[in-house]
């Protein structure tokens, strides 16, 4: 077996002058989440949340600067940050639509709408179109079985989905 050489020596964070964890987002992380903690590192998911939700993707930079506010290493905070699916480590479209591959929606039809997205947005799961409007992702259960298939476009469940309506949603977005 051949190792797998990656090129980290050489690689260049992408850094900008203004922070991405501002001082608004300090004071509602520091307001609304720390005091629910026991210490302040424990309080890095709800952080790396709120810098989501703001940003829409999670920039190294920000990782660093979690990492300050919570009195953790950087190297911490992206593996934590880098566990878990749900948080973007790279820039995404205005629209993330997560598609459930699962069993209930696999049987139900999954397969045939992700086909239809993959022709209609010229992208394939884990990538963005050009434009920046959309990113297409697979997904695991998404908890709603009993109205399979089920596809998730930004934080907004759809239900019972068929093409035919995933399609006017889809083009009604801006
Ligand atoms: S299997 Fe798709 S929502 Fe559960």
Request: glycine share 4%; net charge negative; with cysteine.
């Amino acid at each position: 077996m051949a190792w797998i050489v990656k090129p980290s020596a050489q690689q260049q964070m992408e850094r900008r002058d203004q922070p991405y964890l501002t001082d608004a987002l300090k004071t509602e992380i520091e307001k609304t989440y720390i005091p629910r903690y026991a210490t302040r590192r424990a309080a890095l998911l709800p952080t790396l949340h709120a810098i989501q939700h703001e940003h829409n993707w999670i920039p190294y930079q920000a990782m660093e600067e979690a990492a300050e506010f919570l009195g953790l290493t950087a190297a911490e905070v992206v593996d934590t940050a880098s566990f878990y699916e749900e948080f973007h480590l790279h820039p995404k479209g205005r629209h993330l639509i997560q598609i459930c591959q699962s069993i209930s929606c696999e049987l139900c039809g999954h397969e045939s709408i992700l086909e239809k997205l993959i022709d209609k947005l010229g992208i394939e799961p884990g990538e963005t179109t050009a434009d920046g409007k959309f990113t297409l992702e697979t997904i695991e259960c998404l908890g709603s079985c009993g109205t399979a298939p089920a596809v998730m476009v930004q934080e907004n469940l759809r239900e019972n989905v068929t093409w035919e309506k995933l399609e006017t949603y889809l083009d009604s977005l801006e």
